[in-house]
């Protein structure tokens, strides 16, 4: 009997945890309508994705016991997204060909089970979605070298509401998706520089000029990369560079840059950038 009693008293604990929980979430909701507010009149973007970022290390800073921080991060990923979409309407565009199911599980994970998400046979029809702003969120397969007709190249706009890159996913571990490369999240909204671990910038190149000596020229003035692609067609040479840290317009490395091409840069795009992914490095 003490011990039935022990294990009554253990669940009618849980019970009130519970409704803890429920109501510490219908007051994180009502702040989040106060914020809402606030943004409307500054005009700041409703998505955030380095704050949102910043919130899941925040956690993962303070985190103990054994509950597994990837279920943490689907939790807080499933809250995010719905008190968002409080906000504003979501609806995801997602590229995943018949053959390529990993970007949809991703996108899945990471935007919940109750964001409207939309399969795309082309990685056109996920841009023009979000340029058309019939859908909020477009995600597209992570920039790759080699690529004969590589996406990015669609995204040479100068309008500041075209579609940008805001997040990498998977963020914080690949749970159940299904095997695939990551993906990039794209919106049409401006991106902050200071915001982002890694920026992506395009730039126009010398037809002329070798993988080599364009990385070299990147180096020299002073940028770190963990890509550096180059396209060419009908004359028109552009280069891709995936750069560690924050580059904005007028960032002084970007002089630098065209010192050591030996010509002016005369187009350069920032496509955006994102938060870098959650590595959960166990204690020692």
Known sequence: MAAETTLDSL???????DDQIHDLLIERTGLVEEIRGRKNRAGSPVIQPAREAAIFRRLAARHRGPFPLGALHRIWREIITAITAL????????????AETGAW????DHYGSQ???TPFSTISQVIRAVTDRSATIGVLPMPSEDEADPWWRQLTSRDTLAPRIIARLPFAGRGNARAGRDAVA????PVEPNSCDRSFIII??????SRARLQSCFTAAGFRYDLLTVWARDGLCLALAELHGAVGPDDRRLTDLSAQLGEPIDLV?????YAAPFVN????
């Open 11 to 17: 669940r009618q604990r849980i019970d009130q945890i």
């Open 186 to 189: 794209i919106a049409c909204q």
């Open 204 to 209: 126009e190149v010398s037809a002329q000029i």
């Open 115 to 117: 964001v409207p998400m």
């Open 269 to 273: 795009f920032h496509l955006g950038g």
């Open 87 to 98: 906000q504003q309407p979501l609806a995801v565009a997602v590229y995943a060909p018949d």
């Open 281 to 284: 490095t166990p204690h020692a």
């Open 105 to 108: 599980d991703i996108a899945r």
